[in-house]
Each structure stands twice: as structure tokens, then as C-alpha cells.
């Protein structure tokens, strides 16, 4: 009986570890400040590299305490980021026409956060691949380019994902 006793004492006082996401911070206490410079691009489409630090930086100030600053050297960590894939292709085709009808964007990232004092690497992503889908009109004479507003809302849910696996280090 006392052993009993004395397991469910240690399994009580153990924990299991578990949290409710999206409400820890495992960032050090002594990070304050952040930058987030432009993205590198290894490919041919510019505009993901203007809109996703845009994203994270709105991300972070909405969801953080931390300050963003435009100053590497006077930010206490670096979120550094870099296209490295780009592919835009069709999914789904109008049978009448044969044209497409629906595009799929897929966009490869890789991104780091490092504590600019120590060098010291928090959080990275090497190949975070997203995707994203967005319709084209069948008819010619109706087409509106939604490719730009698919990269937006791809830039949002990365800057949801990144900042989300930043604060739990995930």
C-alpha cells in the first residue's frame, strides 16, 4: 500500500508535459528585440520575398511581446529566410475546354532564427514546403490573375506556422 502510495505521489507530481498550443513562449527571456531582413530568392519569383517578412513581421507583432526592429545589430535574434523553390501547375482542367481551371502553387522555404549574441540557432526549417490553390478562368476574355492573392494567403499562413513553430519550438 505505501508503494501504492508513493508512485501515484511521483506520477502526480511528474506532469505529463502537456500544453495548450499556441500559449508557450520557449523563446529566451533575454530576446526582446527581432529583425527580419528581406528573404533571399533562389528562384524566379520575386514578390514572395517582399510579402513573406511583410507576413511574419505582422505575425509576430500581433501574436508577440517581442519589438521588431529594421537594425540587425540592434536586435537580440535574426529571422532569416530564403526561397529556394517555386512551382506553379495546374490541378484541375474544365472538361469542356481542356484548359486549366484550378492552379496549384507550392513554395519551398527554408528559415532560421538565431540569437544574434551567441550565434546560437533556435529554430530552423530547411524545406518548409507550402501550398496554395487558386482558379483561372476558362474563358480568355475573363481572365483575372489571382496568382497574387494566392501569394498572399500563402504568406499568411507561413508567417502563422513560423512564428506558431518559433514560440513552442516546434
Given at each position: 500500500?505505501?508503494?501504492a502510495l508513493l508512485a501515484l505521489v511521483c506520477l502526480a507530481s511528474a506532469g505529463c508535459g502537456y500544453h495548450v498550443s499556441?500559449?508557450?513562449?520557449?523563446?529566451p527571456k533575454s530576446i526582446q528585440t527581432v529583425c527580419i531582413p528581406a528573404f533571399g530568392n533562389a528562384t524566379t519569383r520575386y514578390k514572395l520575398t517582399d510579402?513573406?517578412?511583410?507576413?511574419?513581421?505582422r505575425e509576430f507583432i500581433t501574436r508577440t511581446r517581442y519589438k521588431i526592429v529594421n537594425d540587425m545589430d540592434q536586435a537580440d535574434a535574426i529571422l532569416r529566410g530564403t526561397v529556394v523553390n517555386y512551382n506553379a501547375y495546374p490541378v484541375i482542367f474544365d472538361p469542356s475546354s481542356?484548359?486549366?481551371s484550378t492552379i496549384q502553387v507550392s513554395v519551398v522555404l527554408s528559415i532560421t532564427f538565431t540569437e544574434r549574441a551567441t550565434g546560437k540557432v533556435l529554430y530552423t526549417r530547411p524545406g518548409l514546403e507550402w501550398k496554395q490553390q487558386y482558379e483561372i478562368s476558362v474563358d480568355p476574355r475573363a481572365f483575372v490573375?489571382?496568382?497574387d492573392s494566392a501569394l498572399?494567403?500563402?504568406s499568411r499562413d507561413v508567417a502563422r506556422?513560423?512564428?506558431s513553430g518559433i514560440l513552442e519550438n516546434f
Open positions: 500500500m505505501r508503494h499556441g500559449h508557450t513562449d520557449l523563446i510579402r513573406l517578412p511583410e507576413a511574419i513581421t481542356g484548359r486549366a490573375d489571382e496568382s498572399d494567403r500563402l506556422s513560423v512564428v
